[in-house]
T-cell receptor, first 115, second 114 residues
Framework: SQTIHQWPATLVQPVGSPLSLECTVE??????LYWYRQAAGRGLQLLFY??????ISSEVPQNLSASRPQDRQFILSSKKLLLSDSGFYLC??????????????FGPGTRLTVL | AQSVTQLDSHVSVSEGTPVLLRCNYS??????LFWYVQHPNKGLQLLLK??????LVKGINGFEAEFKKSETSFHLTKPSAHMSDAAEYFC????????????FGKGTTLSVSS
């Protein structure tokens, strides 16, 4: 069966510090991968999605970036965190050829607090 | 463009009573519709999915949803609430034509009292 992991589970970082969140998927090949952010009192906002190694699409301009160095690894990064980057970050995967109709399965999330 | 509106930000029910979480969608084409549940500080779990097969979709934990094209609705129901159902619920739409990723509603928080 497929599983999705995220780490760390929680993170407290000072403003201006770098960020690296990691997501890995097991039990599937060539997944579509997604990063979402969930801010307090708001819905989920898609940040990035990837349909293959090295292929990243950005949905929202910001100081975050994403990379996919391996088929089942998706990394969310920042060079300098802002207060507004605080939130709950969720990674998700889906199977199939498109990013539209396939069910997305979510990881446990990372709670990021920027102070 | 597709969108989804969850009509209630918060719903409170007593244990053993029915649950109704309302969702309306807008889509230019034939949509796929989902309901996800999120318990505090956890990831999202898929409850059920509609993809143009039967209009009444049964999901996990006794939940079901009915797709009504004429009303552009996809309301989530459960006959009898359980304490463990207390969580946040998201209605989600995807557009089969546009090929974009999922669009999430803002969520409905379900509280269940004993």
């Amino acid at each position: 069966s497929q599983t999705i992991h995220q780490w760390p589970a929680t993170l407290v970082q000072p403003v201006g510090s770098p960020l690296s969140l990691e997501c890995t998927v097991e039990g599937t090949s060539n997944p579509n991968l997604y990063w979402y952010r969930q801010a307090a009192g708001r819905g989920l906002q898609l940040l990035f999605y990837s349909v293959g190694i090295g292929q990243i699409s950005s949905e929202v301009p910001q100081n975050l970036s994403a990379s996919r160095p391996q088929d089942r690894q998706f990394i969310l990064s920042s060079k300098k965190l802002l207060l507004s980057d605080s939130g709950f970050y969720l990674c998700a995967w889906s199977a199939g050829q498109t990013t539209s109709t396939d069910t997305q399965y979510f990881g446990p999330g990372t709670r990021l607090t920027v102070l | 463009a597709q969108s989804v509106t969850q009509l209630d930000s918060h719903v409170s029910v007593s244990e053993g009573t029915p649950v109704l979480l309302r969702c309306n969608y807008s889509s230019s084409y034939s949509p796929s519709l989902f309901w996800y549940v999120q318990h505090p500080n956890k990831g999202l779990q898929l409850l059920l999915k509609y993809t143009s097969a039967a209009t009444l979709v049964k999901g996990i934990n006794g939940f079901e949803a009915e797709f009504k094209k004429s009303e552009t609705s996809f309301h989530l129901t459960k006959p009898s609430a359980h304490m463990s159902d207390a969580a946040e619920y998201f209605c989600v739409v995807s557009d089969t034509k546009a090929g974009t990723a999922l669009i999430f509603g803002k969520g409905t928080t379900l509280s269940v009292s004993s």
